[in-house]
């Protein structure tokens, strides 16, 4: 008996041990590490600063979060795109939509008349013409005004790009799906509707017309054209709304290309100089507003630069 009340006085010390180390080390674990001491400065150091700076500032706290978000650098083209939305009454008039979708059934009766014909090059022509015409139902399906056919762009736009696309070639059958595409045009023109599958108002550009048919346009009107009509004034005076009809057409594939999808379009090396074409071009149509020849002159200019610079990187 007395062997076992040894035993338990031996564990009560023990755990009364424990318990003292364990706070000691607790309240150690609370002390403050220990801290280098302040520097004690000397007056000659001291006096160099204000005892209140606030006392010394003049004006208005600067708004640093507003000044960080205006240095914000701009995105470029390869972070955004260049070409994004669909104002196009900015770049070319109803007015001048409608007379180039007329003038271009008239060309493309020229160009579908036999299968020879058809197969032995006339068939390229055709692929420009409904490359054209694809860009610009597409165009017609998204204005934000007024204009002519446009319930019907969208279906129209599918319809015309699709006979670009398959205007690659010159065959039997390209030559059938392009006739019945002109007869489709004569029909729309003179008041009656083709059929149409419904289709989607947004545009999918790198579906509507491929590249080089529309690059071929956007060369006869800088060359063969508004370069012709813009040689002196007496031409550009005589020449008023072809100029301006041109140049708006030239605004409207430029900016087109330089779309989503388009080979290149986030590489700022072409869409830089895209930019510049659609501007110049857009600067022309106002110049003619103004009678202002010299304006249209600068713009011309610009425009065979931006070109030059363009087909200097970029091919087909």
């Given at each position: ?9 031996i ?31 000397t ?23 507003k ?28 007015e ?128 063969d ?34 779309r989503?999808?388009?080979d ?13 074409l ?39």
């Open positions: 008996m007395r062997h076992r009340h040894t035993h338990i006085v564990a009560g010390l023990a755990l009364l041990a424990c318990t003292i180390c364990a706070a000691a080390s607790a309240k150690e674990s609370q002390r403050p590490g220990k801290r280098a001491r302040p520097p004690k400065w007056d000659d150091v001291l006096n160099v600063f204000f005892d209140d700076a606030r006392k010394q500032l003049v004006g208005e706290r600067p708004e640093y979060a000044i960080a978000s205006e240095n914000k650098p701009a995105l470029s083209a390869s972070a955004s795109p260049l070409f994004a939305g669909t104002n196009w009454s900015k770049l070319i008039d109803a001048t939509i409608e007379t180039e979708i007329k003038r271009l059934a008239q060309e493309l009766s020229g160009s579908v008349k036999s299968p020879g014909e058809f197969k032995a090059g006339a068939y390229e022509n055709c692929r420009m013409l409904f490359s054209e015409l694809a860009v610009l139902f597409a165009v017609a399906a998204e204005y934000d005004a007024e204009v002519r056919w446009k319930e019907s762009a969208p279906g129209l736009r599918d319809l015309f790009a699709r006979a670009g696309h398959n205007c690659k070639v010159g065959t039997d059958q390209t030559f059938n799906e392009s006739n019945q595409r002109k007869q489709d045009l004569l029909d729309l023109i003179s008041g009656t509707r083709p059929t149409l599958a419904k289709a989607e108002k947004e545009s999918d550009w790198a579906q509507v017309a491929d590249r080089p048919p529309l690059m071929q346009r956007l060369n006869r009107a800088h060359q054209r508004l370069t012709k009509w813009l040689a002196n004034q007496k031409q550009f005076e005589e020449s008023h709304d072809e100029v301006r009809h041109e140049a708006q057409v030239m605004a409207t594939i430029a900016d087109v290309i330089g989503e999808g388009f290149y379009w986030d590489e700022d090396e072409y869409a830089k100089p895209l930019r510049q659609r501007e110049a071009a857009t600067e022309i149509s106002q110049a003619v507003e103004l009678n202002n020849y010299e304006k249209a002159q600068s713009a011309i200019n610009r425009a065979t630069k931006a070109c030059a610079d363009c087909h200097d990187l970029y091919r087909g």
